[in-house]
């Protein structure tokens, strides 16, 4: 009996080695070489087929004809705007998250509601029997002749199961439970995942159909598998939120077909999930009026306008070196906005722990979110109330000049519909667009400025 080969391959970049290696050294990250069955393919690769009316032969861009790509729209908005206007035919879209948060739950809904507009939909299920997801359909209300619901982990028989139903779109839950019994791999392991993928990559192109896969995660909020499993999809969209929590935010992190950064917002009730409208106001119901170390900023979530609360604790530090604590927000802009009011305003923050929360659970990345961070750790400094009716916006460079934001008339107007009397924006934005009627544009060039607005009083 031949002795089988076997290689180590990278689970974050793909990278293989005949032997084990603690750092691996295509993308530099420790402990991720795991060891695969080699596997030997015989004869030639499926690839994309061609249709009767293409041509094998490269072509001159300007010889390509190209209609509109349609989309399929669903009763669900806050899904369709994170795909782009709706889901493209011939897609694959891959939807990662936390065990438990929802993933299943979401993509059945999005099945009832594509079965309904007479779509034919198949469900492949690798986790439940067709029993256990139809009692769970049962509890969401779902219910149609056009939803088939089929148990199997077997790809080459999944791919069977597409001939005969002839679905136009496909759920695949979950990536890590499908095999190819060509490879010897167990289900799961970085050859199955990659080879599974592109088979079904391959289906999706070749027969339109757009294909959802349900993605397990790991420890540390990736993808589990090989990191190349994002690059050969369409769509990424990571489910996040807390399991002991009613809302789940759904994130686009890459689509070929629309915007990033697009985030939709959903309600976890008994019945299913619903979808919040409105997310500024529910970032915004609990906040506390008249608090010292509060503040509201406008970001720009994709392109959609969010108005979220931005809190701060200063107190005095009982170590030698104070504390920097932050969430939804990155630490290291913290600290620097911090320098800047030493230097530039001069408080003394060098004694003082800071503690800095996104209220909501929302992840704030974006720069024009500066200045209100900075009014936020100075109000707790001072322990002085900004006014519950202002809003802020602007990037604060190392100068303590306050710099221009993108589509500062949406964020405006978003705020003068929730309420607010007056935004503090950069001065470079004033000019060429309409105030809404309402609320009151501030432009600040400065630092100093803004602070000056905030606090009238010192």
Not at 209 to 222: M, R, W
Not at 370 to 384: F, G, H, N, W
Not at 402 to 416: F, Y
């Amino acid at each position: 009996m031949a002795k089988r080969k076997t290689k180590f391959m990278c689970n974050s970049c793909g990278y293989e080695s005949a032997k084990w290696m603690g750092r691996c050294p295509g993308c530099n990250e420790w402990n991720t070489m795991v060891e695969e069955v080699e596997v030997v393919v015989k004869g030639p690769r499926r690839t994309f087929q061609h249709s009767e009316n293409s041509s094998q032969k490269a072509l001159p861009i300007t010889a390509i004809e190209t209609d509109d790509e349609p989309r399929v729209k669903i009763d669900l908005s806050e899904f369709d705007r994170v795909l782009g206007g709706g889901i493209v035919p011939g897609s694959l879209i891959l939807i990662g998250g936390d065990p438990g948060i929802g993933k299943s739950t979401l993509l059945l809904q999005v099945s009832a509601l594509l079965a309904n507009k007479g779509q034919r939909v198949l469900y492949m299920s690798g986790e439940e029997s067709i029993r256990q997801t139809k009692l769970r359909a049962e509890r969401l209300g779902v219910d149609s002749s056009e939803l088939y619901i089929y148990a199997e982990t077997n790809l080459e028989l999944v791919n069977e199961a597409i001939d005969q139903v002839e679905p136009k779109f496909v759920v695949i839950d979950s990536i890590q439970t499908v095999h190819h019994p060509d490879v010897t791999s167990a289900p799961g392991s970085v050859t199955q995942v990659r080879e599974c993928t592109a088979e079904l990559m391959r289906i999706a192109k070749t027969k339109n159909i757009a294909i959802f896969l349900v993605g397990h995660v790991t420890k540390e909020g990736q993808i589990a598998g090989p990191r190349i499993l994002e690059h050969m999809v369409d769509t990424v969209l990571y489910f996040e939120g807390e399991r002991h929590h009613t809302y789940r935010i759904l994130r686009s992190q890459k689509n070929r077909f629309g915007s990033t950064n697009e985030i939709a917002i959903f309600e976890m009730l008994q019945g299913g999930l619903k979808e919040v409208l409105n997310p500024s106001e529910l970032f915004l119901q609990e906040r506390s009026q008249g608090a010292a170390g509060s503040t509201v900023v406008a970001s720009m979530e994709g392109t959609r306008p969010i108005l979220v609360e931005i809190q701060a604790l200063i107190t005095p530090t009982s170590f030698n070196y104070p504390k920097r604590m932050a969430s939804g927000i990155d630490q290291n802009r913290v600290q620097l906005l911090m320098a800047v009011l030493e230097k530039r305003v001069g408080l003394l923050l060098q004694t003082q722990d800071a503690y800095i929360k996104v209220a909501g659970g929302v992840k704030l990345d974006e720069p024009a979110i500066d200045l209100a961070v900075l009014t936020t750790i100075v109000s707790s400094y001072k322990d002085e109330a900004v006014s519950a009716y202002d809003c802020f916006m602007g990037e604060v460079g190392l100068t303590g000049e306050v710099r221009r934001v993108s589509r500062v008339e949406q964020r405006v107007l978003e705020a003068a519909k929730l309420g607010f009397k007056r935004a503090i924006v950069p001065a470079s934005n004033l000019g060429g667009w309409d105030y809404p009627k309402g609320i009151q544009v501030v432009g600040v060039e400065n630092v100093s400025d803004a602070l000056k607005i905030a606090f009238p009083n010192t």
